[in-house]
């Protein structure tokens, strides 16, 4: 087993998932005003400080990925953030895109950008403490998109991202996130789904992207958040993994699914139904966001005697994605 396969395999495996704790600062500041905590970089730190310090956390969960600004700021103890979860058994992943931008000639459609240094951010990053990284490619259900060019662009990143990744010693999070934005059907989220998960599989084969080193983040098949045909549980697990085994080799160890703004215990709920059907030749869990900090995030409101209830809104979602998968 090579050193990538291992980690990969522990990210995925007993029972546990991934938390995304990546916000960049623009997003985790937006959060935090909504909750009506000003967005400080030492209220950044000690939102994450509470998430990370949430007892038991890796009972449930077996990495967290890091945005830069997290991954170089300290514990109240004085530990950093990677060194304190290297202390409680949980791997330490960074965010490394920095952020999707308007792609030339395709209105309102983004690519992913983040390649310009990322051989030796990779190699700084690890010397810090990290095992994994992420990069995430959004694709948008519209009229008229996704277009040929903004998925390939999106593949031909993930897969430079994961190259890079894996010749520097990271496990790659590979994320081609479908967004839920609209009023398309699920039917329509299967098409796009499936061909953006076909076209990445080609690049990443080009790529030369060893397929047991990473692991796979995509969207569930669902239902645009606007349509009014909302499909029921069983039929989101059904679809979801119908198309997973139409397009990602059996070589991938895991799939870690986004929530994507999925209400928390609807995001859960899909999640078991999946394991309820035939065997999958992968395992399927959790690294859902919003979806396993939210209540907490709700909780806390920048209130220090909200504190545990805050940390035990997270332990709550926690349990419930690991007993569900
Ligand atoms: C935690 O949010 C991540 C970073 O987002 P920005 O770079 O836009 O601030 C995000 O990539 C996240 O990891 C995924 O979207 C999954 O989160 P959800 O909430 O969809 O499960």
Same mark, same amino acid.
């Given at each position: 087993?090579?050193?990538?396969?291992?980690?990969?395999?522990?990210?995925?495996?007993?029972?546990?998932?991934?938390?995304?704790?990546?916000?960049?600062?623009?997003?985790?500041?937006?959060?935090?005003?909504?909750?009506?905590?000003? !967005?400080?970089?030492?209220?950044?730190?000690?939102?994450? &400080?509470?998430? @990370?310090?949430?007892?038991?956390?890796?009972?449930?969960?077996?990495?967290?990925?890091?945005?830069?600004?997290?991954?170089?700021?300290?514990?109240?103890?004085?530990?950093?953030?990677?060194?304190?979860?290297?202390?409680?058994?949980?791997?330490?992943?960074?965010?490394?895109?920095?952020?999707?931008? /308007?792609?030339?000639?395709?209105?309102? &459609?983004?690519?992913?950008?983040?390649?310009?240094?990322?051989?030796?951010?990779?190699?700084?990053?690890?010397?810090?403490?990290?095992?994994?990284?992420?990069?995430?490619?959004?694709?948008?259900?519209?009229?008229?998109?996704?277009?040929?060019?903004?998925?390939?662009?999106?593949?031909?990143?993930?897969?430079?991202?994961?190259?890079?990744?894996?010749?520097?010693?990271?496990?790659?999070?590979?994320?081609?996130?479908?967004?839920?934005?609209?009023?398309?059907?699920?039917?329509?989220?299967?098409?796009?789904?499936?061909?953006?998960?076909?076209?990445?599989?080609?690049?990443?084969?080009?790529?030369?992207?060893? %397929?047991?080193?990473?692991? %796979?983040? /995509?969207?569930?098949?669902?239902?645009?958040?606007?349509? !009014?045909?909302?499909?029921?549980?069983? &039929?989101?697990?059904?679809?979801?993994?119908?198309?997973?085994?139409?397009?990602? /080799?059996?070589?991938? !160890?895991?799939?870690?699914?986004?929530?994507?703004?999925?209400?928390?215990?609807?995001?859960?709920?899909?999640?078991?139904?999946?394991?309820? %059907?035939?065997?999958?030749?992968?395992?399927?869990?959790?690294?859902?966001?919003?979806?396993? @900090?939210? /209540?907490?995030?709700?909780?806390?409101?920048?209130?220090?005697?909200?504190?545990?209830?805050?940390?035990?809104?997270?332990?709550?979602?926690?349990?419930?994605?690991?007993?569900?998968?």
């Amino acid at each position: 087993m090579s050193a990538l396969n291992k980690i990969a395999r522990t990210m995925v495996s007993n029972r546990r998932g991934i938390l995304a704790a990546d916000e960049s600062i623009g997003t985790m500041s937006s959060r935090l005003e909504q909750v009506g905590v000003e !967005p400080t970089e030492e209220n950044r730190r000690v939102y994450r &400080e509470l998430i @990370v310090t949430t007892p038991r956390l890796a009972d449930s969960i077996s990495g967290v990925i890091l945005a830069d600004e997290t991954f170089r700021q300290k514990l109240s103890d004085g530990r950093t953030f990677p060194q304190y979860l290297d202390d409680i058994g949980v791997l330490a992943g960074i965010k490394v895109d920095t952020g999707a931008k /308007p792609l030339a000639g395709a209105p309102g &459609e983004k690519v992913t950008e983040g390649l310009d240094g990322l051989r030796e951010r990779v190699a700084e990053y690890v010397r810090l403490g990290a095992t994994f990284a992420k990069w995430r490619a959004v694709i948008t259900i519209g009229e008229n998109t996704p277009t040929d060019r903004a998925v390939r662009a999106n593949v031909h990143a993930l897969a430079r991202y994961a190259g890079l990744c894996q010749e520097g010693g990271l496990v790659p999070i590979v994320e081609p996130e479908v967004l839920m934005d609209g009023a398309h059907s699920l039917t329509r989220c299967r098409e796009v789904t499936t061909f953006v998960l076909q076209v990445l599989f080609a690049e990443l084969d080009v790529m030369e992207v060893e %397929l047991d080193g990473i692991v %796979l983040k /995509p969207n569930m098949v669902v239902a645009g958040a606007d349509s !009014p045909e909302q499909p029921s549980v069983e &039929e989101v697990a059904r679809a979801t993994v119908e198309t997973l085994r139409a397009t990602v /080799p059996e070589s991938v !160890p895991g799939i870690a699914f986004l929530s994507g703004g999925q209400r928390p215990e609807v995001a859960t709920a899909h999640l078991g139904a999946m394991q309820s %059907l035939d065997p999958l030749p992968w395992e399927l869990t959790y690294s859902f966001g919003r979806a396993l @900090v939210g /209540p907490a995030l709700e909780t806390w409101r920048g209130d220090n005697s909200k504190w545990t209830a805050a940390q035990d809104a997270l332990s709550e979602r926690a349990v419930a994605n690991a007993a569900a998968r």
